[in-house]
Structures are given as structure tokens and as C-alpha cells.
């Protein structure tokens, strides 16, 4: 969870990094990576963004939980708004 938090304050990850992020959120078992992965993804251009939080939207592991969604929606939309 630390990891992806102080890899993504910078605001931008290596090149070689990014694609990591994006299979974490595709595999992560534990919660609060993923909800940590949500959370970074907003502070990452959205090249880097969107994919980690396509991975996180695919899983249906944290459908019925009560604010994960809502996380996956704010990482999911702020790059976007950050580009127009």
C-alpha cells in the first residue's frame, strides 16, 4: 500500500512502472492496496491512470462493498477531468 502511495505523489510514475500498477489492480487480493491504487490513480496523468482503474472497474470483488466503488469512480474520472 506504501509502495504504490509514494510511487504515485510525484504525480507521474516511470514508464516502466505504470504497467506494473495496472496488473497490481488486476490481482491485488488486499483491500487497502486497492483502495490505495484507486486513490493514486487519481494523481497520475491519465495514460498512466486509466488503466489501473480499468483493472480496478473489471474486478467484481468489491461490488457490494460500501465505498470502493465510489473510490474506483473518483481514480477513474479525475484524469479525465484533468485533461479538457
Known amino acids: ?3 504504490v ?3 504515485a505523489d510525484e504525480g507521474m510514475v516511470a514508464p ?9 489492480a488486476a490481482t491485488e487480493q488486499n483491500v487497502e492496496v486497492r483502495a ?6 487519481k494523481r497520475l496523468p491519465a495514460d498512466q491512470a ?10 467484481d470483488k468489491d461490488a ?4 470502493l466503488p465510489l473510490l474506483y ?4 474520472r479525475s484524469p479525465l477531468r484533468d485533461q479538457s
Open 1 to 3: 500500500m506504501w509502495t
Open 5 to 7: 502511495r509514494l510511487l
Open 16 to 24: 516502466q512502472v505504470a504497467p506494473r500498477l495496472a496488473s497490481l
Open 36 to 41: 490505495q491504487l484507486a486513490c493514486s490513480a
Open 50 to 59: 486509466l488503466p489501473v482503474a480499468r483493472n480496478l472497474l473489471k474486478r
Open 64 to 67: 457490494t462493498d460500501k465505498r
Open 73 to 76: 469512480l473518483v481514480g477513474y
